[in-house]
């Protein structure tokens, strides 16, 4: 070869070489710096997208397991299906273009070199399919067993279970309940691996006996002086090469991608679940509520919870629904207020039936506050106004009168820093008792803008006097608006305009405390087996 043409050519190659290995290193780079920043950003998107749903569809669902299983798998789903973008990306920005390089190099050599590399990794890709089919029976079957070990996990470390777990000595038990289901979910998973690993070994074998049929292949082209001497000697140096590449797309990222897409396809499935249909009205403010022949059960339940119920509540009007426990107060109250939607029957506002509205509109001038009410890791202000964000931050005045109203003051001792006050240990601030987050709780239910306003049973942790004065200055600033009790301590229920009285799911009496007591009633015997308390 002529040195004067020979040296400017290798110095240009060794320049190529140069930059492509510089744009290797700034690809790689890219490529690590992409899942670690987008990854999470990504996952939060579709967290969002779940939490979106789950505002849509009813809220009954939520009574249903087969329903939380499906919120499980889609949770499992969402943190798969960012790394099954990622890896599908990699595959066809790396993978695929450094294939179809090599490829069209071996097809330019011998044309059944390139296919041999294609056809003897066949089956090892039908393995990745046998594995996607497997994997998808497991995760049905895994999803309520996660559900439950991740609730025993809670019940043992969890901030709200762990106190009483050890007071009572329940960590050892709980501790082999976690340990059970623990088991179990791997041995479904157990399985699943030696099916597939099997499965995945025999196919690997006929892969080996075809990447030695290659290496034949090879050998006779040279044998045949169809390739060169150094076309042999390059081939056969990156035949290895090629095959620990193709055995880490097929059996590693498309292994992995083919187990995910179970998963992936279980959070697209929850996101398709049809969501509760209503348009948006707004309901006129003088509407009186209709109750037409109610009935409902839960799901799966053989019992009806609510049975033939009918009423109706006038607007200003204030209401008290007494039972005993299990008799469907707070049932009738969801059905009440649209939480829940009668299996048969009607609830209507005015002339507007619950089934045709939506929850926006429904829940947009209404308040409550529940017996299991939320402890939020905020400060005093956040955990009264956060029952309506989208109002203007709340003058100290209207703040007082709510506090005043629940039987509270910024300026108790416990709140060292008045409404700035962090409510939580965790955060370097105070923990209150339950009394104390019952009337903040209140609180947070009176400062929402609302016509209707029901209270389920928020004053179990109150003793009956306290709960008696609650009552009092909430009849007063309930007036001209429509209010709803729920209680099954019938001291405070005289100051409601009419009582119903429910057992079992039915409605047995309605009248005030003077008629039902005349009556001699369910009501009757109730307020008798609790008179002591109020003397």
Same mark, same amino acid.
């Given at each position: 070869?002529?040195?004067?043409?020979?040296?400017?050519?290798?110095?240009?190659?060794?320049?190529?070489?140069?930059?492509?290995?510089?744009?290797?290193?700034?690809?790689?780079?890219?490529?690590?710096?992409?899942?670690?920043?987008?990854?999470?950003?990504?996952?939060?998107?579709?967290?969002?997208?779940?939490?979106?749903?789950?505002?849509?569809?009813?809220?009954?669902?939520?009574?249903?397991?087969?329903?939380?299983?499906?919120?499980?798998?889609?949770?499992?789903?969402?943190?798969?299906?960012?790394?099954?973008?990622?890896?599908?990306?990699?595959?066809?920005?790396?993978?695929?273009?450094?294939?179809?390089?090599?490829?069209?190099?071996?097809?330019?050599?011998?044309?059944?070199?390139?296919?041999?590399?294609?056809?003897?990794?066949?089956?090892?890709?039908?393995?990745?399919?046998?594995?996607?089919?497997?994997?998808?029976?497991?995760?049905?079957?895994?999803?309520?067993?996660?559900?439950?070990?991740?609730?025993?996990?809670?019940?043992?470390?969890?901030?709200?279970?762990?106190?009483?777990?050890?007071?009572?000595?329940?960590?050892?038990?709980?501790?082999?309940?976690?340990?059970?289901?623990?088991?179990?979910?791997?041995?479904?998973?157990?399985?699943?691996?030696?099916?597939?690993?099997?499965?995945?070994?025999?196919?690997?074998?006929?892969?080996?006996?075809?990447?030695?049929?290659?290496?034949?292949?090879?050998?006779?082209?040279?044998?045949?002086?169809?390739?060169?001497?150094?076309?042999?000697?390059?081939?056969?140096?990156?035949?290895?090469?090629?095959?620990?590449?193709?055995?880490?797309?097929?059996?590693?990222?498309?292994?992995?991608?083919?187990?995910?897409?179970?998963?992936?396809?279980?959070?697209?499935?929850?996101?398709?679940?049809?969501?509760?249909?209503?348009?948006?009205?707004?309901?006129?403010?003088?509407?009186?509520?209709?109750?037409?022949?109610?009935?409902?059960?839960?799901?799966?339940?053989?019992?009806?919870?609510?049975?033939?119920?009918?009423?109706?509540?006038?607007?200003?009007?204030?209401?008290?629904?007494?039972?005993?426990?299990?008799?469907?107060?707070?049932?009738?109250?969801?059905?009440?207020?649209?939480?829940?939607?009668?299996?048969?029957?009607?609830?209507?506002?005015?002339?507007?039936?619950?089934?045709?509205?939506?929850?926006?509109?429904?829940?947009?001038?209404?308040?409550?506050?529940?017996?299991?009410?939320?402890?939020?890791?905020?400060?005093?202000?956040?955990?009264?106004?956060?029952?309506?964000?989208?109002?203007? /931050? $709340?003058?100290?005045?209207? %703040?007082? =009168?709510?506090?005043?109203?629940?039987? *509270?003051?910024?300026?108790?001792? &416990?709140? @060292?820093?008045?409404?700035?006050?962090?409510?939580?240990?965790?955060?370097?601030?105070?923990?209150?008792?339950?009394?104390?987050?019952?009337?903040?709780?209140?609180?947070?239910?009176?400062?929402?803008?609302?016509?209707?306003?029901?209270?389920?049973?928020? /004053? $179990?942790?109150?003793?009956? %006097?306290? =709960?008696?004065?609650?009552?009092?200055? *909430?009849?007063?600033?309930?007036? &001209?608006? @429509?209010?709803?009790?729920?209680?099954?301590?019938?001291?405070?229920?005289?100051?409601?305009?009419?009582?119903?009285?429910?057992?079992?799911?039915?409605?047995?009496?309605?009248?005030?405390?003077?008629?039902?007591?005349?009556?001699?009633?369910?009501?009757?015997?109730?307020?008798?087996?609790?008179?002591?308390?109020?003397?």
């Amino acid at each position: 070869m002529d040195k004067k043409t020979g040296l400017p050519s290798v110095i240009l190659a060794l320049a190529a070489l140069g930059i492509i290995h510089l744009a290797s290193q700034v690809l790689n780079g890219v490529a690590n710096y992409i899942p670690q920043v987008y990854a999470e950003k990504a996952k939060g998107k579709l967290s969002q997208r779940i939490h979106d749903k789950m505002s849509r569809i009813s809220p009954i669902c939520f009574e249903d397991t087969n329903m939380l299983d499906d919120i499980n798998k889609a949770e499992q789903g969402k943190e798969n299906a960012v790394w099954f973008v990622l890896t599908f990306l990699l595959i066809f920005t790396f993978y695929v273009p450094y294939f179809a390089i090599m490829a069209s190099y071996l097809f330019s050599l011998k044309p059944i070199l390139a296919l041999a590399i294609i056809i003897v990794y066949i089956p090892t890709a039908l393995t990745q399919l046998i594995r996607s089919r497997v994997f998808a029976r497991l995760e049905d079957k895994s999803a309520p067993v996660r559900r439950e070990y991740e609730y025993y996990e809670s019940c043992i470390a969890g901030r709200e279970y762990f106190k009483e777990t050890r007071l009572l000595g329940g960590f050892e038990y709980f501790k082999k309940l976690y340990s059970d289901s623990l088991a179990l979910m791997n041995k479904l998973k157990f399985k699943a691996d030696v099916k597939t690993n099997l499965c995945e070994l025999g196919m690997k074998m006929v892969t080996v006996a075809g990447y030695f049929g290659i290496l034949w292949l090879l050998f006779d082209a040279l044998m045949k002086k169809e390739i060169t001497v150094g076309a042999f000697a390059a081939i056969f140096s990156s035949m290895g090469t090629i095959f620990a590449i193709m055995e880490e797309v097929v059996c590693r990222h498309i292994g992995q991608m083919a187990q995910n897409v179970a998963t992936i396809q279980n959070f697209i499935n929850f996101l398709s679940i049809d969501e509760r249909k209503g348009v948006d009205i707004e309901i006129p403010e003088s509407s009186d509520i209709y109750l037409k022949n109610v009935s409902f059960s839960y799901p799966g339940a053989e019992e009806k919870a609510i049975e033939d119920v009918s009423f109706t509540i006038r607007k200003g009007e204030t209401i008290a629904i007494v039972g005993e426990n299990g008799s469907g107060k707070s049932t009738l109250i969801r059905l009440i207020t649209g939480l829940y939607l009668p299996d048969s029957g009607d609830v209507l506002y005015g002339d507007i039936n619950t089934r045709d509205v939506s929850m926006k509109s429904l829940f947009g001038n209404m308040s409550a506050v529940f017996q299991k009410y939320q402890k939020y890791q905020l400060t005093l202000r956040e955990n009264i106004t956060i029952s309506q964000i989208d109002r203007e /931050t $709340a003058p100290e005045k209207e %703040l007082d =009168e709510v506090a005043a109203m629940s039987g *509270f003051s910024k300026d108790d001792a &416990d709140f @060292t820093n008045g409404y700035d006050t962090m409510l939580s240990r965790e955060f370097d601030g105070v923990d209150l008792s339950g009394g104390q987050w019952q009337r903040i709780a209140i609180a947070r239910g009176l400062f929402r803008t609302h016509n209707l306003v029901v209270l389920d049973e928020p /004053t $179990a942790a109150i003793d009956p %006097l306290e =709960e008696t004065r609650v009552y009092n200055r *909430f009849a007063n600033i309930s007036r &001209d608006k @429509t209010a709803i009790i729920v209680t099954h301590r019938l001291g405070s229920v005289r100051l409601a305009d009419r009582i119903v009285v429910l057992k079992k799911g039915k409605l047995v009496e309605m009248g005030t405390h003077d008629e039902l007591m005349e009556n001699n009633g369910e009501y009757a015997r109730l307020y008798a087996a609790q008179e002591q308390w109020y003397r």
